[in-house]
Nanobody, 114 residues
Framework: QVQLVESGGGLVQPGGSLRLSCASS????????MGWYRQAPGKERELVAD???????NYGDSVKGRFTISRDNAKNTVYLQMNNLKPEDTAVYYC????????WGQGTQVTVSS
């Protein structure tokens, strides 16, 4: 069983930065695709970014050039560096791990407001 624990969310002003972390339990992290999704009130959950087991990355159009996903297989952790944050980035951010099955974290709130 895989458990994902996100951290690093919070309140930030427009133009600011945050770094989210997601720590995974279990032994399949290094062969898993890791991703970050977000869901704003009244909207569907959407892909923010994901990274494959061979470090290929994929980003949602709205975050390209501002967000960077990375992974540390030695620490079983995936990161999301978010720069130049905008109010429309406000959402609950969820970590996802995919390797045959899909696992989700509990989510962490990111609020961008002045």
């Amino acid at each position: 069983q895989v458990q994902l624990v996100e951290s690093g969310g919070g309140l930030v002003q427009p133009g600011g930065s945050l770094r989210l972390s997601c720590a995974s339990s279990g032994s399949i992290f290094s062969i898993s695709v890791m991703g970050w999704y977000r869901q704003a009130p009244g909207k569907e959950r959407e892909l923010v970014a994901d990274i494959s087991n061979d470090y290929r990355t994929n980003y949602g159009d709205s975050v390209k050039g501002r967000f960077t996903i990375s992974r540390d297989n030695a620490k079983n952790t995936v990161y999301l560096q978010m720069n130049n944050l905008k109010p429309e980035d406000t959402a609950v951010y969820y970590c996802n791990q995919r390797q045959l099955l899909s696992y989700w974290g509990q989510g962490t709130q990111v609020t961008v407001s002045s």
